[in-house]
T-cell receptor
Framework: DVKVTQSSRYLVKRTGEKVFLECVQD?????MFWYRQDPGLGLRLIYF???????EKGDIPEGYSVSREKKERFSLILESASTNQTSMYLC????????????FGSGTRLTVV | AQTVTQSQPEMSVQEAETVTLSCTYD???????LFWYKQPPSRQMILVIR??????QNATENRFSVNFQKAAKSFSLKISDSQLGDTAMYFC?????????????FGKGTKLSVIP
């Protein structure tokens, strides 16, 4: 069964901490994505990557960065966590021709206190 | 830029009944794809159904079907014989076709509750 695995299901961090959210896929997909999900706002794209070491900003990249050193792994980094970054974070991947949609991970619920 | 609108934040349906979730979108593209995703309480987003804009025939997947009206930019999801396991958030999503196209644009979601 193909999978996108997010390393943590729940995470609590303090304001100002550097936070890493990890995502690994085992489908040899080229494309990987980080979305943020908030009630009433749906899913909003933070960053995506279409190849190793390549990254593109999505709709809400401010306060975030990403790293993709290996094809299977895509990390989301909060350089200095703030309370307004408390949210659900969803990772997804897709093959190059993505018109069949994404495969999603189970999400990380991050709380910044 | 594309936008996707789901006008029903919450809906409920009796078990075994039929329910329709609405979705409209705005785009100037002629070739694109539309999706419905389901997110149950377990949080795993699952693809329910997919429609190619160049196909006039409405997509169906078992109890799930869509009513795709390209001119009206409407893409509703019909769930027949609703089951308790259909309780979930449902998201409509749009993706344009073509080289360099990567992004799915999502609506804000409809929370569906199936009542026993």
């Amino acid at each position: 069964d193909v999978k996108v695995t997010q390393s943590s299901r729940y995470l609590v961090k303090r304001t100002g901490e550097k936070v890493f959210l990890e995502c690994v896929q085992d489908m040899d997909h080229e494309n990987m994505f980080w979305y943020r999900q908030d009630p009433g706002l749906g899913l909003r794209l933070i960053y995506f990557s279409y190849d190793v070491k390549m990254k593109e900003k999505g709709d809400i990249p401010e306060g975030y960065s990403v790293s993709r050193e290996k094809k299977e792994r895509f990390s989301l980094i909060l350089e200095s966590a703030s309370t307004n970054q408390t949210s659900m974070y969803l990772c997804a991947s897709s093959p190059p021709r993505i018109n069949y949609g994404y495969t999603f991970g189970s999400g990380t619920r991050l709380t910044v206190v | 830029a594309q936008t996707v609108t789901q006008s029903q934040p919450e809906m409920s349906v009796q078990e075994a009944e039929t329910v329709t979730l609405s979705c409209t979108y705005d785009t100037s593209e002629s070739n694109y794809y539309l999706f419905w995703y389901k997110q149950p309480p377990s949080r795993q987003m699952i693809l329910v159904i997919r429609q190619e804009a160049y196909k006039q025939q409405n997509a169906t997947e078992n109890r799930f079907s869509v009513n795709f009206q390209k001119a009206a930019k409407s893409f509703s999801l019909k769930i027949s014989d609703s089951q308790l396991g259909d309780t979930a958030m449902y998201f409509c999503a749009f993706m344009k076709d073509g080289a360099g196209s990567y992004q799915l644009t999502f609506g804000k979601g409809t929370k569906l509750s199936v009542i026993p």
